[in-house]
């Protein structure tokens, strides 16, 4: 199989489901300007709304969308109920509810900040954001999502909470939030992850991570992440 993805992106979130049920997938990184793939595809032809992450199955066929990627590798592994609980049950709804709670009220409002064309609304979905997080920091009661399991939804969730510090959120005002954070990148496969996409831990005690041409350009330093 092949992940298209790009660094720190929400293809992270994937990324981190292979590493934590030994799936081998090879990483395919995408241009965002140019939609072109490091092995030379047109990512426009495999995903046609241009966005990562897209998975190329071993017979060609191509699923796109994180949660549902992340949600199909679940159920492909053999241990995969450990991330995602057995089909029909209350559990499974569970985990599901909060993979569409962060899609739609943390992921999508958060890119809009990385897009120029929101400019003139960023007041409001700055607001709307810190509402979401309230009520997340308060329903956090575990050490994930659901309880003590880590799920596909806490994989998905620490990916769009990393990027908080370009957003102008500092999560350390939610200490659940904070400490989820730092559970989940202490993380052994989840630390595979990110050096495997090479990138570096930064500020607010290393808990937030981002490709080092990222920190360059926001003149922020980095330390890479080890195992």
């Given at each position: 199989m092949k992940l298209y993805m790009r660094a720190a992106a929400c293809s992270l979130s994937p990324h981190i489901v292979c590493r934590e049920l030994?799936?081998?997938v090879e990483l395919v990184a995408v241009d965002p300007a140019t939609h072109r793939a490091e092995n030379g595809d047109d990512y426009l032809?495999?995903?046609?709304?241009?966005y990562v992450p897209?998975?190329?199955?071993g017979d060609g066929k191509v699923l796109t969308e994180g949660p549902v990627i992340a949600q199909f590798l679940a159920d492909s592994a053999a241990e995969g109920t450990s991330m995602l609980p057995a089909a029909g049950t209350f559990e499974r709804s569970q985990v599901q509810s909060f993979l569409n709670f962060i899609t739609s009220e943390l992921h999508k409002p958060m890119v809009m900040f990385f897009d120029a064309a929101y400019a003139g609304a960023h007041q409001p979905i700055h607001a709307l954001i810190l509402k979401r997080l309230?009520?997340?920091n308060n329903r956090l009661k575990g050490p994930y999502l659901t309880g003590e399991n880590f799920t596909v939804a806490d994989a998905y969730l620490f990916v769009c909470l990393n990027w908080s510090p370009w957003i102008a959120i500092d999560l350390r005002q939610w200490p659940a939030l904070s400490a989820f954070m730092?559970?989940?990148?202490e993380r052994p496969k989840v630390r595979e992850a990110l050096q495997?996409?090479?990138l570096q831990a930064f500020e607010q005690d290393g808990v937030f991570f981002a490709p080092q041409a990222y920190l360059a350009a926001a003149n922020r330093s980095g330390t890479p992440v080890r195992l």
């Open positions: 030994g799936i081998e032809s495999i995903n046609g709304n241009g897209a998975l190329i199955l309230e009520w997340l730092k559970r989940v990148g495997a996409e090479q």
